[in-house]
Structures are given as C-alpha cells and as structure tokens.
C-alpha cells in the first residue's frame, strides 16, 4: 500500500509538472525561456517513465527509457541555445515575434 | 513517503519559478534545483542510476550550457507579452490537466501480468541495444551541430575554376 502511494504521489507530481512546462511553451516568446520550459517538460516526462516501469514491475527498462530520453533532451537542448544565440546575433533580439521575416 | 512528497513538491516549486522568473540566470538556476530534486526523487523510487545520470546531466551540464548561452546572447529582463491569450492557456492547461489524468493514471494503476524483469545492463545493452547506439550517435551529432552553429565565421564559397584555368 505504501508503494502504491509513492507511486501515486509521482504520478500527480508528473501531471503537475508536465502542465506547467506545457503552459510555459505556450506563453512565453523569450526563445531562451522556451528551452526552459521544454526542460521542465522533459523532466516529467523522464519522472513517467520511471513511475511506469516501476508500477508494471520493470523499473529497469522504465529506467532505460529515461535515460535515453536525458540525452536525446540535453541534445536537443544543446541545439536549441545554439541557434538562439545565432538568432540574438543576426536579429539582436530573442523575441520570437521579432526574428520574423514574413511581412502579411 | 513524506520525503517523496517533499522533494516532488519542491521540484514543482523549482519548476513553476524556472518558468515564471523573469531574468534568464535565475530561471536557469531555478531549472537546476528541479532536476536536483527530481534526482533526489528517482533515487526515492529506486531507480538510482538514472538518480546519477539526471544529476550530473541535468543538473551539471545542462546549466553549464544554460549559463555559458545566457553570457553569450545576452540577459534580456522583458517581458514579453504572450502571443496566446493568458485565459485561453489557462482553459487548454486545464482541459490537458484533465485529460492527462484520465488517460494515464487508469492504465497504469491497473494490474500487469507479472513477468520477469531485466536488468537495467542488460536493458540498456540487451534489449534496447540499437536504442543505445543511436543514442550515441545522436550525441556525436548534436557536439558537431552546436560547434557549426557557434562558429562565428563566414562560409566560404569556392568559385568553380574556369576551364581556361584548368588547362
């Protein structure tokens, strides 16, 4: 019963955190704070993978999964800030409304 | 289990101020604590190795990079008015809230058949042995990537030799 409930505890805390990165890519036109709230979004979905496999029995291949999914996400990350900072180079600002090129 | 509750609920304190706070060092900051607790958290959970993996990936060199882009491009404190109307993201968060939690929690509260469980060695060179190859190629792709985008020089274009020339 108390695994049960740690288990629960996780779950809401991923649904929690989960929204809050989605609300935050959403709002927010800062490109650096759009990584931000990726990251935020990535680590609840590292805290599912695990939560799953561990409540079906195979935390190790839950485990796995989110292991792969810290690299793939600090890939992407590393990518990510690259090119804001080529954005803040060529366009002085990081504003995602203002790097627009198309006129309509 | 009040440990547990602790340290989830304060990765979702770290996580609403990364997101909040308006000056970009300290949302990066703010990003750090929460993937240290959320370390702190799988460790809790048992699955230790990826404990080890978040915090020196997520909380160490993940910042480093965070602060490293921030020094470069600049600390911009404005804020920028959302494109999506606040209301309207506030009704979608809630409508994902919903569903997220109907979706998932149901499915993964209900019994499994119980199987033999791997490793975690050989579920990362076992079973998901390609997963791990890509996976470093992956990493080799995304270290050059980021060198062509940092480089700050112009590419050079050869123009193609005139047939004069060759001759």
């Excluded at chain 1, 929690?16 to 680590?43: H, P």
């Excluded at chain 2, 979702?12 to 706070?21: P, Q, T």
């Excluded at chain 2, 809630?94 to 490793?119: E, K």
């Amino acid at each position: 019963m108390t695994g049960i409930s740690v288990w629960t505890v996780s779950l809401v805390a991923v649904i929690a955190v989960v929204t809050i990165g989605l609300y935050g890519l959403l709002i927010l036109r800062n490109l650096i704070k759009i990584v931000v709230a990726l990251q935020v979004l990535a680590k609840g979905l590292i805290l599912v993978m695990v939560t799953a496999g561990g409540l079906h029995g195979s935390l190790a291949v839950g485990s796995s999964l989110a292991v792969t999914v810290i690299v793939a996400d600090t890939v992407v990350t590393v990518i990510a800030l690259s090119l804001a900072i080529q954005v803040r180079r060529r366009c002085g600002t990081l504003d995602i409304r203002g790097i627009s090129k198309l006129k309509g | 289990m009040i440990v547990q509750t602790l340290t989830l609920a304060g990765m979702l304190i770290c996580g609403v101020l990364a997101v909040a706070s308006p000056r970009l060092l300290i949302s990066a900051l703010w990003l750090a604590g929460c993937s240290a607790l959320l370390a702190l958290a799988l460790a809790n959970l048992g699955a230790t190795e990826v404990a080890v993996v978040e915090l020196s990936v997520g909380a160490g060199l993940v910042t480093v990079i965070f602060v490293f882009a921030i020094s470069i491009a600049g600390d911009e404190p404005v804020a920028y008015a959302s494109i999506v109307p606040r209301p309207l993201a506030w009704v979608l968060m809630g409508l994902f809230f919903l569903l997220l939690a109907g979706l998932i929690v149901p499915r993964l509260l209900a019994p499994v058949p119980g199987v033999q469980p791997p490793s975690i060695l050989q579920a990362i060179w076992q079973v998901r042995a390609i997963d791990t190859l890509l996976q470093v190629a992956l990493i080799f792709c995304g270290v050059l990537g980021s060198l062509g985008l940092l480089s700050e020089g112009e590419i050079s274009v050869k123009a193609p030799r005139a047939e004069g020339d060759a001759k």
